[in-house]
C-alpha cells in the first residue's frame, strides 16, 4: 500500500506563508496517478478537508475557508505534491495530512473532497500559526 511523507510544517505569524510537501515513502515514486488531497484536523476539531488535485489535467479544488489563500500543484517529476499556504491565519493551526486517492489512475478528472475515498495517508505535519 502506497505510504505517503508531509513535511514543511512549522510556527509563523499570522500572513505569514508555509510550504508542505507530500511524496511517497519509497523515494521517486510518482503520485501522478493518484487524486492527492491535503487535510487538517485541530485540536479538538473534526477533520477537514482543504484541497484535492486531480491526477491528470490538474483539477483542483478548496475549501471555502482557505480559497485565494491556498494552492496546491505537482513538481514537474510528478514526485511531489505541494500546498502553498499564504496568508495564514491562526485559524490554520492544525495538523495537516496528504492522502491519495487510487482512483485517480482511471479518472484524470476526479477530484474529492471526501476523505473516506482516499485510502492512503501520511502521519502529518503540524502547522501553528500565532497572532
Known amino acids: 500500500q502506497l505510504q505517503l511523507v508531509e513535511s514543511g510544517g512549522g510556527s509563523v505569524q499570522t500572513g505569514g506563508s508555509l510550504r508542505l510537501s507530500c511524496t511517497a515513502s519509497?523515494?521517486?515514486?510518482?503520485?501522478?496517478?493518484?487524486?492527492i488531497g491535503w487535510f487538517r484536523q485541530a485540536p479538538g476539531k473534526d477533520r477537514e478537508a482543504v484541497s484535492c488535485?486531480?491526477?491528470?489535467?490538474?483539477?483542483?479544488k478548496y475549501a471555502d475557508s482557505v480559497k485565494g489563500r491556498f494552492t496546491t500543484s505537482r513538481d514537474n517529476a510528478k514526485i511531489t505534491v505541494f500546498l502553498q499556504m499564504n496568508d495564514l491565519k491562526p485559524e490554520d493551526t492544525a495538523v495537516y495530512y496528504c492522502?491519495?486517492?487510487?482512483?485517480?489512475?482511471?479518472?484524470?478528472?476526479?477530484?474529492?473532497?471526501?476523505?473516506?475515498?482516499?485510502?492512503?495517508w501520511g502521519q502529518g505535519t503540524q502547522v501553528t500559526v500565532s497572532s
Open positions: 519509497y523515494s521517486g515514486l510518482p503520485l501522478d496517478l493518484y487524486v
Open positions: 492522502a491519495a486517492d487510487p482512483l485517480g489512475a482511471i479518472d484524470p478528472v476526479r477530484c474529492t473532497l471526501q476523505d473516506v475515498d482516499f485510502g492512503s
Open positions: 488535485l486531480s491526477s491528470g489535467a490538474g483539477d483542483t
